[in-house]
């Protein structure tokens, strides 16, 4: 972690607090900033229900030396502890009725600054600590002394270059001094002003945890110098109006079973930090280690079983951190998309069941990335990568994109993602995709206490794409039938008793004629690869669908979701799982591709003729699944992420 200015000027602050503190203001009075030759400890002292503690008593204790140093947090909770040699110590917090859970440790390396809160737990029979109004008084007027000396080396730091931080963290106010100086001027000066928002680091300059698609935690639970873990779990129970005998649903990267509990996603892992090397893991567990793989056609080229390799991975990847303007990452593996606006996991969204324009387009990527971030409120991202969410390559060529992401307001936010060059029709090496996809999101109402309506945002998006060559054309005509996407959806949300609850109404639709981004159902196990003959995705074959939703989340917590949702989808094509199912008599035979006796047997043909000679009769002879044009879902659930 590279020292910025902010934290520059709270380790001169604290330094001149140390014993022979006069000399050190007086040699930087007529030097210039020398290079620091320890580390400090920066963090945020917490009350048990999370919020900043003014007024704690924060001792780093070396596990080695038994070198001991102690100061008050400031007015927010904020500490920092400076002029430390590197080594492990043990952060030890008390206050009033209060200590802290457990000694925290914390490794400090020289030249830089680690992070660590410290959570306080209440103590019976603990004894309040008193601090004297001549100590105030003192603390203050010390405050004061520096204020002058403080301008001056901010004005040196403007001229030196700044570095961006490899990763966001909580912006920390000054900490008031351990020691009180013996004498106190006669009169005290007013106390400096709290320091503004962190400018340095990306989008840390406002609060975007009411964007769709983020995640709404404003703290993390636990968090290391090294290492900030992440963990997941998404529980939900659906129940389909048109109550599938087999319970299948079809057709939805979100709901896949009616009338069971079914655990969507169990994830465990976390972001790795390190003197600007950076990686991160994320597990898949549950219902979307197999559902989304299973739209991934590129692994039906060539061996080594690529869907089982990375099924249970999400997330994997790994990089390097450049300190050139507001940042600059270098990262490869698998990451995930952002094309639909929704995020991947479906906490971080404001409803359960996103419509065809998210739901149909990527959830991940395989390949490099390139995140610059030229401002603090602006990011530019290139993408090269395997293909349109491809653990491989379908054909003979990569698909190159990326994002723009700008957001130039607290309560605003656009996005644009564009794709193309990759050839990503199995077995279709000439056949080319392009995809645009763009979004803007706006908080239009933000009053966070009110017992009323808190929050008031809406999120709008369209997505056009085409594919061209091998028979197909982005327009139509004698050149082959059109094969093209267009699609939007629109969500207003509001958020209600100091964002305790959340109301989203919305939806959208697509036309997407040649089917080539419309989710095959899974009829006896059909796949991306092996294709289904009762769903054919042919050029020109049309597919135009609509839905909408009303979402209603209970959230006590930052880390937990309580959810209900009802929604409904409508086809011009046979599309939802009916009464009768989707599975064959004795289940999938194992042969998705061909049609399917009424005995259960496979026809060994994808020909319907052919079939109904094969499995011995006329058209009753072979079994077709029951498809509708209409779906309604009521479901509920539970979502944690820590």
């Known amino acids: 972690m590279k020292l910025t200015k902010n934290s520059l000027l709270c380790l001169c602050v604290c330094l001149a607090a140390l014993p022979g503190r006069a000399q050190i203001a007086a040699d930087l009075s007529s030097a210039a900033v020398p290079p620091p030759t320890a580390g400090g400890v920066l963090g945020v002292t917490k009350d048990p229900e999370g919020r900043g503690l003014p007024g704690v008593s924060v001792t780093a204790r070396s596990t080695a030396g038994k070198i001991e140093r102690t100061v008050l947090s400031g007015s927010d909770g904020n ?3 400076a002029d430390l040699k590197p080594g492990p110590y043990q952060l030890i917090a008390e206050a009033a009725g209060l200590a802290s859970v457990a000694p925290a440790i914390v490794e400090i390396t020289q030249n830089q600054v680690t992070y660590a809160n410290v959570q306080l737990a209440r103590v019976e029979g603990a004894a309040a600590p008193v601090e004297t109004p001549a100590a105030q008084t003192a603390v203050v007027a010390e405050l004061a002394a520096l204020k002058a000396r403080i301008e001056q080396l901010e004005a040196q730091l403007k001229k030196q270059p700044l570095v961006a931080e490899a990763r966001p963290v909580e912006p920390a106010p000054l900490a008031a001094p351990a020691a009180a100086p013996a004498q106190a001027p006669a009169q005290a000066a007013a106390p400096a002003p709290p320091p503004g928002p962190d400018l340095q680091t990306p989008f ?11 995640s709404r935690n404003k703290d993390v639970a636990f968090d290391t110098p090294f290492f900030t873990p992440e963990v997941r779990f998404d529980t939900h129970f659906m129940t389909d109006f048109n109550q599938p005998r087999d319970h299948t649903l079809g057709g939805s990267t979100e709901s896949f079973r009616s009338g069971e509990f079914q655990v969507e996603q169990a994830s465990v892992g976390g972001d790795f930090h390190w003197q600007n090397v950076r990686g991160r893991i994320l597990t898949m567990f549950g219902m979307f280690a197999t559902t989304t793989p299973r739209n991934d056609p590129s692994p039906g080229n060539g061996q080594w079983d690529l869907r089982n390799a990375y099924r249970y991975v999400s997330e994997a990847w790994g990089g390097y ?5 507001h940042g600059l990452n ?11 606006l929704f995020s991947y996991y479906n906490f971080d969204n404001w409803t359960y069941q996103p419509s065809y324009v998210s739901s149909n387009t990527p959830w991940f990527f395989n390949g490099l990335r390139i995140q610059w971030f030229p401002t603090n409120k602006l990011k530019i991202e290139p993408w090269i990568i395997n293909g349109w969410q491809s653990y491989a390559r379908a054909n003979g060529r990569h698909g190159f994109g990326g994002q723009i992401l700008y957001r130039p307001h607290e309560w605003l936010s656009l996005v644009f993602n564009n794709y193309g060059n990759g050839t990503d029709d199995l077995g279709i090496p000439g056949r080319s995709r392009i995809h645009t996809d763009d979004s803007v999101e706006v908080r239009y109402y933000n009053k966070p206490e009110s017992t009323g309506i808190s929050k008031a945002a809406f999120s709008f998006t ?14 139509g005509g004698k050149d082959g039938p059109k094969q093209a996407f267009l699609g939007w959806m629109l969500y207003t949300r509001i958020w209600l008793h100091k964002d305790l609850l ?3 109404l919305g939806g959208g639709m697509m036309n997407n004629p040649g089917r080539y981004l419309t989710l095959l159902p899974p009829i006896n196990g059909a796949d991306a690869i ?7 995705e042919n050029p020109g074959q049309q597919a135009h669908m609509w839905d909408s939703t009303i979402t209603l989340q209970y959230m006590p917590k930052q880390y937990i979701t309580w959810w209900g949702e009802f929604g409904y989808r409508h086809s011009d094509i046979p599309y939802f799982s009916g009464r009768g199912g989707i599975t064959p008599p004795g289940g999938n035979n194992g042969s998705p591709a061909n049609y399917v006796c009424s005995s259960g047997a496979t026809a060994g043909t994808n020909d319907l003729a052919t079939a109904q000679v094969n499995c011995g009769g006329g058209p009753s002879s072979v ?3 029951d498809l509708r044009k209409t779906q309604a879902v009521i479901s509920v659930g539970v979502m944690v992420k820590f």
């Open 204 to 214: 840390a300059f406002g609060d975007f945890t009411w964007l769709n698609g983020s």
């Open 502 to 504: 959340g109301l989203t």
């Open 79 to 81: 500490f920092l502890i």
């Open 530 to 536: 092996s294709g289904s003959p009762y769903f054919t």
């Open 321 to 325: 951190h450049f300190n050139v303007n």
């Open 330 to 340: 270098v990262d490869a593996g698998i990451f995930v998309s952002y094309i639909g």
């Open 623 to 625: 079994w077709f699944p």
């Open 462 to 475: 369209v997505d056009a794409g085409c594919e061209y060559g091998s028979g197909v054309t982005c327009h």
